[in-house]
Every structure is written in structure tokens, then in C-alpha cells.
């Protein structure tokens, strides 16, 4: 009984200390988190970004294809290339929908500490007014 008791507290602090390492937040976007050095992931699809542009400096990384695929393969190999997943990283989609859904998954399955940007491209230019720039591929 003491060996199994043992095993859960471990198991328990396991996970305790996996979580402080990873974590997903959600933010509202900011021009401080825009003028930052932080990394931004732009997951929306190629037409998506043809029509309304990207962010100062964001990288886009199609996650889901234009049919709703997760091309998650694809996704990691490019995000491990183009962005320092050592340090806290941000990712938008269009409203956030999607967003919501993967910054939790790179946290919890990569350790990945990622930001949500809550309310999306949406938001950040019709909200906020922030000004885009032509998407180049």
C-alpha cells in the first residue's frame, strides 16, 4: 500500500513540474506583444494571409489546410525551423478559434510555452486597427 501511495505522489509530482515548465495563455493582442521580440505564428492558410496580410513580422505556419486538415507534421517541422520554441511564442488565426485549440496541444504534448491571441486577426486589425503587410511567400 505504501509502494502504490509512493508511485501516485511521484506520478503526481511528475506532473506538477511538467506543467510549470509548459503552459498556454490567452492574451488579447497588443502592440506590446507586437513590438516585442516575440515570436508570432500566424496559422491561418495561404489565402487567408493573401487576402488580409500578416501582422509587423509575423511567421506564417499553415497548421490546418484550406480543407480543415491538420497538416501537424508539416506544422512542427516549420515552426522548429523558423521559430525558437525554447522561448514563450505566440499564435493567431483569424478569430482565435483555431488558435484555441492548438496552443494547448503544443503546450501539453511539447512542453511549448505558447500565447493564444484571443480574438484573433479579427480583433488585432478591425479592433485594434493595426495595420498589415502583404503576404510574400
Known amino acids: 500500500l505504501l509502494e502504490i501511495t509512493l508511485k501516485k505522489i511521484i506520478l503526481l509530482l511528475t506532473l506538477l513540474t511538467l506543467s510549470l515548465f509548459a503552459e498556454a495563455k490567452n492574451s488579447y493582442m497588443t502592440q506590446e506583444i507586437l513590438d516585442s521580440d516575440m515570436a508570432i505564428v500566424d ?21 490546418f489546410n484550406q480543407n480543415g486538415k491538420p497538416e501537424i507534421n508539416k506544422f512542427l517541422k516549420e515552426l522548429q525551423e523558423k521559430v525558437d520554441v525554447k522561448k514563450p511564442f505566440a499564435i ?11 496552443a494547448p496541444w503544443l503546450a501539453e504534448n511539447f512542453n511549448y510555452n505558447v500565447i493564444n491571441i484571443v480574438g484573433g486577426m479579427e480583433y ?4 485594434l486597427k493595426m495595420k498589415t503587410h502583404p503576404y510574400k511567400k
Open 124 to 127: 488585432a486589425t478591425k479592433g
Open 92 to 102: 493567431i488565426c483569424h478569430t482565435g478559434s483555431r488558435t484555441s485549440m492548438i
Open 43 to 63: 496559422v491561418r492558410t495561404s489565402p487567408e494571409w493573401i487576402e488580409t496580410g500578416l501582422l509587423k513580422g509575423a511567421i506564417p505556419i499553415v497548421f
